[in-house]
């Protein structure tokens, strides 16, 4: 499959993603209405958030800089080629 590069095609992914995160939650609510399933669901959505981040920026920009993920399943072939090997060595002498 080839990048998406069409500003447009990307704006529209990034608002139907948005809109489908927006719908799964209103329906998982309407399921079962209240503050606990309310305030999970908000938990989940900012721990999934944070764990993007992490697997894509902080990966890339301080663990391994040299590699370029283009997508969970990137990050996750990455994960396995890793696996059992010792993580580097980010002290800095200076």
């Given amino acids: 499959m080839r990048d ?3 500003s447009k095609l990307i704006w529209l992914k990034g608002w139907l993603f ?4 927006i719908a799964s939650a ?4 309407l ?7 309310a305030l999970l ?3 989940t959505v ?9 697997a894509f920026y902080m990966l890339e920009r301080y663990v391994d800089p040299g590699f370029k993920f ?3 399943g990137s990050f996750v072939a990455y994960l396995l080629r890793r696996k059992g090997a010792a993580p580097p060595d980010t002290r800095r002498d200076g």
């Avoid at 209103?26 to 609510?29: G, H, K, R």
């Avoid at 399921?31 to 399933?37: C, N, R």
């Fill in 18 to 21: 948005l809109l489908l995160g």
């Fill in 46 to 54: 900012w721990c999934f958030c944070r764990a993007y981040y992490f």
């Fill in 4 to 6: 998406l590069q069409s």
């Fill in 31 to 37: 399921e079962a209405p209240s503050l606990q399933v």
């Fill in 26 to 29: 209103a329906l998982v609510f």
């Fill in 41 to 43: 669901l908000a938990l």
């Fill in 70 to 72: 283009s997508g969970l």
